[in-house]
């Protein structure tokens, strides 16, 4: 029993040394905003489109910081998606405020989609610019977040660029939900082998992901993704898939969003994300959560109740796993310390999959925005 434990214990080691390493030093070499200053020059036509339902609570926050991006050839598009409250009046009155922004008013949705795929496809085809800026209606961008982007795109040759931002938070449970979230999408995704075209990696955040429209055409534009609930992770999938360069980027300091408010809202905000984010596989997500807890709990145990080469090993996996965690709390301005609740974090990511999972198959399928899709048109959708 004592050689089982050293050579799992050998395993979860070697995953930290030589994967978790690796992308913790990965992490460093993400190109940054700050580092593309804007310059007066060749400037592309520049389409931000965004969908809105029932956002009336953080719009007006976010619609005012549009106004004033500073980028001379910009035109926005948003969506009004269905909304019930006062969302579609706070879009007109911002159109009659800012020539470059237009609002389609959506009132029903066809067979065969999710509303925001939908939505951001109807976006498209009254776009006109030879780049497409998919956002959301809850982002806040600084004045040369664009500029800076585009100068990112051009100077490294790119077909699409995402970004990682602020979030905002409030109190300890809600920080240390956020912290583990970004080091597991790091760890995931591999954020850091993204722009390696011999990788596979790819990775699409919903907040910002700019996209050379020639290549999105290409990939099929959003009605490829009609049926995804993670619509910017698999956007981000298809322009890889489609051999086009992709690239992971640091946005801190030029985009935030209040994503959920308190820490009961996270948890229910990613049910409809997460056991989406595994095809909806039982097997694929029950393999997650055993990885999740053997390479993010396991350790921290083994160094409590261990003893000779178990806690050694161990050791060994806990000092890599807090490296990671720090590099991504000082990456997303949050206190190092925040490392020491790792194993916290992942007991309420796997807790969170689980949840996501049992509520997707008991009800049959996912309630987004108001509206039911059934599991296994879902499924056939999957990208």
């Known amino acids: 029993m004592h050689t089982f434990w050293i050579i799992l214990f050998s395993l979860i080691a070697s995953f930290w040394v030589f994967y978790g390493l690796r992308g913790a030093i990965g992490i ?23 969908a809105a ?63 925001k795929p939908h939505a951001l496809q109807k976006a498209y085809e009254a776009s006109t610019g030879d780049w497409l800026l998919f956002t959301d209606a809850d982002v806040r961008f600084a004045p040369d977040a664009l500029a800076r ?14 970004l990682l931002f602020d979030v905002d938070r409030d109190g300890f449970w809600e920080t240390v939900l956020l912290a583990f979230f970004g080091l597991a999408m790091h760890l995931a995704n591999e954020s850091h082998h993204v722009a390696n075209p011999n990788s596979r990696a790819y990775l699409g955040v919903g907040a910002f992901q700019l996209v050379r429209r020639s290549a999105y055409e290409a990939c ?22 489609g051999c ?32 989406a984010g595994v095809g909806y596989s039982v097997p694929l997500a029950t393999a997650a959560v055993a990885g999740m807890l053997l390479t993010n709990f396991a350790p921290f145990v083994g160094v409590i109740f261990g003893h000779g080469w178990v806690r050694i090993l161990a050791a060994v996996s ?4 807090l490296l990671f965690h720090v590099l991504v709390d000082l990456g997303a ?23 996501s999972m049992i509520v997707t198959l008991r009800q049959g399928g996912v309630v987004w925005r108001d509206t039911f899709y059934k599991l296994d048109d879902l499924r056939k959708g999957v990208v």
């Open 220 to 241: 099929g534009t959003h009605k490829r993704l009609a049926m995804e609930i993670v619509d910017d992770m698999k956007l981000g999938k298809i322009l890889k898939l």
């Open 28 to 50: 460093l070499h993400l190109p940054s905003l700050k580092d593309f200053p804007p310059r007066p020059g060749d400037c592309p036509r520049v389409s931000m489109v965004f």
């Open 333 to 355: 301005k949050i206190s190092p310390l925040y490392a020491l609740t790792h194993p916290i974090g992942a007991l309420i990511f796997c807790w969170m999959l689980l949840r």
């Open 149 to 162: 982007a585009m100068k990112l795109v051009q100077t490294r040759n790119l077909d699409h660029l995402t």
């Open 53 to 115: 339902r029932d956002e009336q609570e953080k719009l007006p926050f976010a619609i005012q910081t549009l106004s004033t991006i500073a980028y001379p050839n910009l035109e926005i598009i948003a969506v009004d998606d269905r909304s019930r409250d006062s969302t579609p009046s706070i879009l007109d009155d911002a159109a009659r405020n800012d020539s470059r922004l237009r609002v389609i008013h959506v009132t029903e949705l066809p067979a065969g989609w999710l509303g």
């Open 244 to 275: 086009f360069r992709s690239c992971v980027g640091i946005g801190v300091g030029y985009l935030a969003v209040r994503w959920q408010s308190g820490f009961r809202n996270l948890i229910r905000g990613v049910t409809k994300n997460f056991f």
């Open 318 to 321: 806990v000092t890599v796993a």
